[in-house]
């Protein structure tokens, strides 16, 4: 005991206690927001995918698998409660309340206290990107929960000089390239870390690196053959120089989903990040870079869903609105109003935003409406409590299908029927056929094997050739399509 303190009186200890209890708190709180919320069942497209082969344990190798993940939730399924696919979901759901968790001690760590660094990290716990991902079998929280290992190893270096620290930052990273390539971001923050090392710390974080770097290599090839790291970062540089010149129209988008991440709480990011830059700024500058690489590479990426590559960005903007909320309670002091604009106006924008669009008949975003799902409360309402739309629509479809049908569905609705057909055995007959869109191959395949096996196509939408519907009849069979010739010339499809 320090002889300058009384028994019971250390304070080092007490800080100690109120960090475990905030962070225990905030623990506590994000996991059952998740668990009351998280979906039930199968989902569609990548998340069936995850689900299925987090069930079967199986990945490709290459740089698009994510075979950490995919061993970090099969242990989840063998939880005794709950479908398999329910208990993939869980592994998002642990993994986003243990990252709040450590958005609160990265901002203790940062000297916000307890309320403010609660707000924040509640902030970031509503979120719709944040909750929707930890509601759903998907690999961002997952990453996220190493990436703020990363952080909080790579400011406690900054700030002790610990080699250690920088040796356990560097490893997080390196291993995290096992979740989702898009860790390869943050490389730039960490190169940061090495500036001021010395050759002693500087050994330990490249001996950390690539251990890091080696278990996630090991993982990506140990499975069938994938696609090759060359020809993948060869094709997305590529797709980024080619996005190049919608630059200005994506900035504004994202600027708006980060209006939709934090509605009311969004500008005390600037005087967080302000009070960081005075008082800190060599963590000023690490986080700022790990911010820009994840920001770059969200705006230039070519992907539908490019919005989900911005969560480490969002993270760590949370950060400075935890921040941002320190400075304003000191001139303020009104910490139940800030509470419900940090909190409840998120949630109660997610819920009256799809309800008023749906009210009006209007889908701004265009978002795709499927057979039970709703592509505003879909997308925009991040809760998915007893959303068994999808698990209706694969056990309707499978069970519609005539004995060694063919379905040709697109990844959306392919990735559903594979979960029921692998992991629950039903209709192993049906064959189920992905074949993009746009590069003239449907009208072919459907030449090839219309007469000898019925054939059906899961959508009519976009991701249906026109020529498929110029040739053939599209006969609606339930859920599904019945592609069928056309009888002559003139004939009238039924």
């Known amino acids: 005991m320090n002889a300058c303190w009384p028994a019971g009186a250390d304070p080092l200890r007490s800080e100690r206690r109120r960090l475990d209890r905030g962070y225990i708190l905030v623990l506590a709180l994000a996991l059952v927001l998740y668990l009351v919320t998280a979906a039930p069942t199968v989902l569609w497209g990548d998340d069936a995918e995850l689900q299925r082969r987090a069930v079967l344990l199986q990945w490709e190798a290459g740089p698009r698998d994510h075979p950490l993940y995919i061993l970090w939730a099969h242990i989840f399924t063998y939880l005794p409660y709950g479908e398999p696919a329910f208990r993939v979901n869980l592994c998002s759901a642990v993994s986003g309340a243990l990252g709040a968790a450590l958005a ?11 309320f403010a660094a609660g707000l924040g990290a509640g902030a970031l716990a509503v979120s719709h990107a944040y ?4 509601v759903r079998a998907e690999v961002y929280t997952p990453y996220l929960m190493l990436f703020a290992g990363f952080l909080l190893a790579g400011l406690r270096w900054l700030k002790e000089d610990r080699p250690t620290a920088l040796a356990l930052a560097s490893f997080l990273l390196g291993l995290s390239l096992a979740v989702h390539p898009m860790a390869l971001t943050a490389l730039p923050a960490l190169a940061l870390l090495f500036l001021h090392a010395r050759w002693k710390p500087a050994f330990l974080g490249l001996a950390g690196l690539l251990a890091g770097a080696g278990i996630a290599l090991a993982l990506h090839q140990h499975g069938p053959a994938g696609t090759h790291w060359g020809a993948h970062l060869t094709a997305t540089l590529v797709g980024m120089w080619q996005a190049v010149p919608g630059l200005p129209a994506r900035t504004l988008l994202a600027a708006g989903f980060a209006l939709y991440q934090f509605p009311l709480t969004f500008l005390l990011a600037v005087p967080g990040w302000r009070a960081l830059w005075h008082e800190r700024r060599r963590a000023a500058w690490f986080l700022a870079l790990a911010w820009l690489g994840d920001v770059l590479f969200a705006l230039l990426f070519p992907a539908p869903d490019g919005y989900v590559f911005f969560l480490p960005a969002y993270f760590i903007t949370a950060l400075c609105i935890g921040l941002g909320m320190e400075r304003l309670l000191r001139r303020w002091g009104h910490p139940l109003r800030l509470a419900a604009g940090a909190l409840l106006a998120p949630v109660l924008l997610y819920f009256l935003l799809p309800l008023s669009l749906n009210a009006l008949g209007w889908n701004p975003l265009g978002l795709r409406q499927l057979p039970y799902r709703d ?25 519609s299908l005539p004995a060694h049908a063919v379905v040709l569905a697109d990844h959306t609705l392919r990735q559903n029927l594979l979960y029921f057909q692998q992991v629950e055995g039903r209709r192993p007959d049906v064959w189920i056929v992905e074949i993009y869109s746009g590069q003239g191959r449907q009208v072919p395949f459907i030449a090839g094997l219309l007469g ?3 054939i059906f196509a899961a959508a009519v939408d976009r991701y249906l050739d026109p020529e498929v519907t110029a040739a053939y009849c599209l006969q609606p069979a339930g859920l ?11 004939a009238r499809c039924p």
Do not use: C
């Open 131 to 134: 909750w929707m991902h930890s």
């Open 104 to 114: 609160y001690v990265l901002l203790r760590r940062l000297d916000v206290g307890q």
């Open 375 to 399: 592509g505003n409360w879909f997308h925009l309402w991040p809760a998915k409590t007893a959303y068994w739309g999808p698990r209706r629509y694969g056990e309707e479809a499978l069970a």
């Open 480 to 490: 599904l399509y019945q592609i069928l010739p056309r009888e002559g010339s003139d």
């Open 452 to 454: 000898q096996r019925p």
